[in-house]
């Protein structure tokens, strides 16, 4: 399949597999880059006559009227609107976790299945949380300054460790729950607050404790809830005035979870740390004024960037198209 | 106790305390601020008299006549001809682990206890070089930069994760076993080459190799061993030639473990990447034709150096005298 920014692939009939397959295909916003020579492959095995790859949702209405599949790019946007203009729709495929752009419950009430990725990125967002906090407490950014100018001192250099420090999760699944295995491996008072109670994990050490509680008690704290009408704000102005001094708190979950006017305030008194990496989807004036803070460090959404979670991807994807077609669906959201 | 450059106390009589106590503690090379003041408080506790501070070897020799007690810092030489020097001379304690500049053997001849520092760092050490491993895997030093720039794109950028990789540690002694159970945590295939082998963390998974073998095989490789004739030059050409394309060697370990000229040539090829934190024991010329390498990171000395470290190479230093005045050493090394 040769891509372009919109070709049409004539399939030849040769194939006897006797798997259903879709007729036509609109795929959109899903850059050539974005998946394997092999996943398109797979990808183009999956329909019957046509597949359509749109670099966004400009042309896209266009392509609906016979459209039996859409496979959609993180952040497009699928409306009631969309799906009147598909009545063949029967499958959207979501190459995302979040699927908050696209009108469920009207594709519901359509009979259209939808698929999201996942936990393909759970592990990947995991280390990357014990990775961000352990460099910040180690001092890794200036340790390499120092050795890149040649000094080899570590004169006024600190340090803490993660072990026997309270480790507090808000948001104890998927995600959060490898967050509590890699802290128990360090030797962490793992502790967590949920509206559901985790018995397994429990099990293995990580204590339940009320949000205030937990948040007044930790020295480091990692948000990992999903963002809807309860959790936005949950991080507010009261929160944050129990946390610590000396906290280090790490958003990985939406920024909307997190009261930017009280954090802002908090940070300015210059005793607790807050690293985020949700910068993409933040507003452009939050971030100028976090970034003015020292002790606000802001990365790239990087945390669920890693080859494996890439190679996971594709895979989930691959394997959501593949159920559906076998009259199994898999990860539906619909 | 006011401690000056040199400064002596003479004590009050009024201790009803009935434990041993020395005549006279010669202290060398440690600065007022290496200890807290309630660990001076208890160091001029434990002798009778007088309590000389010496800010380094000087001024010693003149001191050492009727010292029962010398306290040294890391680094302190103390040869034959000063052991001669101080007839009276009972106990020794170092603080510090290495005590390789003090001539063990005649100490023990003269019936001199020598007390070290064993195990004060082992966590500290371990959790570094975790965050060693995964500041480099998640580049964040490349993620702050952008933020910093208020640069939020991700692209281009790339990470791997640590779980089923092969962890492979060499030396599984205290420090080297706390990252296997670090290592064990994030789920990676953890292997090790020791002299001895370790059945308990084998029992947790943790699998002997020989060293060739785990050489070979290792996506990140830890080097723990201690350094003596055998292990010098450990890691040498052909083992460096064996290093898989892509491996991380981290070395919190002592430089002489590694042939640095098979390794300039190794990271000239740019397909590994070797970290390093004892650039304070490393030749000038060492270090400098190393710098030359991106693909070289180099710390200084800072693995060991965390909060409570400090805290317990306190405690572990006074528990040496003090067991030592009761009849009891500990952590002996003559």
């Known amino acids: 399949m040769i891509l ?26 899903i850059k050539e880059s974005f998946l394997d020579a092999e996943s398109w492959q797979k990808i183009d095995g999956f329909v019957d006559s046509k597949v359509f790859v749109l670099p966004d949702s400009t042309e896209m209405t266009d392509n609906l009227s016979d459209a039996d599949c859409l496979l959609l ?134 204590k339940y404790e009320e949000a205030d509680e937990l948040i007044s008690q930790a020295d480091f704290l990692s948000l990992h809830l999903p963002q809807n009408k309860e959790t936005e704000g949950f991080l507010n102005a009261q929160r944050i005035q129990l946390l610590k001094s000396g906290a280090v708190v790490i958003n990985t979950a939406p920024a909307e979870l997190v009261d930017i006017n009280a954090l802002a305030e908090r940070l300015a008194k210059g005793d607790i740390t807050f690293i985020l990496d949700h910068s993409d989807e933040m507003r452009k004036e939050d971030l100028e004024r976090l970034s003015k ?35 199994s669906p898999i990860n539906t959201v619909s």
């Open 4 to 29: 372009k920014q919109l070709c049409i692939v004539k399939k030849s009939k040769n194939n006897h597999n006797l798997m259903n397959k879709f007729k036509k295909a609109v795929i959109v916003g």
């Open 73 to 206: 790019n993180f952040g497009v946007r699928i409306g009631k609107e969309d799906i009147d203009k598909a009545p063949r729709l029967k499958y959207i495929g979501v190459l995302a976790t979040a699927y908050g752009k696209i009108d469920i419950e009207y594709a519901k009430e359509k009979g259209v299945i939808v698929s999201n990725l996942a936990g393909y990125s759970t592990n990947a967002v995991a280390e990357f949380v014990l990775a961000a906090v352990l460099g910040h407490i180690r001092q890794l950014e200036e340790g390499k300054r120092r050795g890149k100018q040649g000094n080899y001192s570590e004169a006024g250099m600190a340090a803490t460790e993660i072990r026997d420090k309270v480790f507090g999760i808000i948001g104890l699944g998927r995600i959060g729950g490898r967050v509590a295995e890699l802290a128990l491996g360090f030797g962490a008072y793992v502790r967590f607050f949920d509206k559901i109670r985790k018995p397994e994990l429990e099990a293995r050490g990580v």
């Open 293 to 327: 803070y020292q002790n606000c460090i802001i990365y790239p959404p990087i945390a669920y960037i890693t080859a494996e979670a890439r190679i996971a991807k594709q895979r989930i994807f691959l394997k959501n198209i593949e159920g559906f077609l076998k009259g």
